[in-house]
């Protein structure tokens, strides 16, 4: 029986680490969060418990743009926002070394 292909390795950007507070929205439920850590693609969230896999969010991050994405994981109280829309390169470097 053939094998279907392998698929390259997906490539991860670097997380960065940094404390900020920060809002999830689902619909009409709103809760504050705190950031974790960050890339350009995605965002780790403490205090966040009320969201489920695959939840479209939109996720405000103190100095950033709000950005639409989707609960990928959930652990206790934390969750992994994938970003719809990568944060423009520019903007996400003057926002890390604000």
Known sequence: MPTAPRLPPRTRLPRFERTAEAV???DTLQKPA???NISMTGACLGDASAFRVHDPV???IEGL???SGEVMWVEEDRIGVRFL?????A???AWLVA
Do not use: E, G, M
């Not at 829309?85 to 390169?89: E, G, R, T």
């Open 34 to 36: 705190r950031l974790l």
């Open 58 to 60: 939109v996720v405000t």
């Open 24 to 26: 999830v929205k689902r």
């Open 91 to 93: 903007a996400f470097n």
């Open 65 to 67: 743009a709000p950005r």
């Open 85 to 89: 829309q990568a944060i423009d390169l």
